[in-house]
């Protein structure tokens, strides 16, 4: 005796796989055309600050994910505090995406003395390095100056090594 052809089985599974991917596909369909698009956003002053952090990184510092925003009238200052590590190097990064505005940042340690070892200034940002002496918490300082009373959008990073 032969044994029985799955050949009209198969054909039978294959159809009602069909109807369900096209069921399950149809209804993917709609759900998605009822939700609302996604949009994406980019942070200008953010990408201005990771423009002049492209040599820390081909210099081997990890830059974080995470980064600060916000916007200061001008001459305003902000303070932004964090934690650093003794025997770590740092760069921290600040941006704008506003022409022409003057930028100034500083670090300090809890005492209140400067631990600024380098900065550098191109264009719309600006970058510090910091050699922590001492692990605890050091206060980010700086100001945006422009020539109107608009606020003015920043954004602060950091990388370390």
Do not use: C
């Not at 964090?82 to 190097?89: C, D, M, P, S, Y």
């Not at 940002?125 to 100056?145: D, E, H, K, M």
């Amino acid at each position: 005796m032969k044994p029985p052809l799955l050949r009209p089985k198969l054909s039978a599974v294959m159809s009602r796989f069909s109807s369900f991917s096209a069921a399950a596909l149809l209804a993917a369909a709609l759900i998605f055309q009822s939700a609302p698009a996604a949009r994406a956003s980019v942070d200008d002053s953010h990408s201005a600050a990771m423009e002049i952090a492209v040599d820390a990184v081909k210099a081997g510092f990890k830059i974080r994910q995470e980064y600060w925003s916000g916007t200061l009238k001008s001459g305003e200052q902000k303070i932004v505090k964090q934690q650093l590590f003794k025997g770590n190097e740092y760069w921290f990064f600040l941006g704008t995406d506003a022409e022409k505005i003057g930028m100034k940042i500083d670090i300090f340690d809890r005492k209140g003395n400067k631990v600024t070892v380098e900065t550098k200034t191109v264009d719309n940002a600006t970058a510090i390095r910091v050699l922590a002496p001492a692990t605890g918490t050091y206060l980010v300082v700086f100001s945006l100056t422009g020539k109107e009373n608009d606020p003015i959008p920043w954004a602060l990073a950091y990388g370390y090594r």
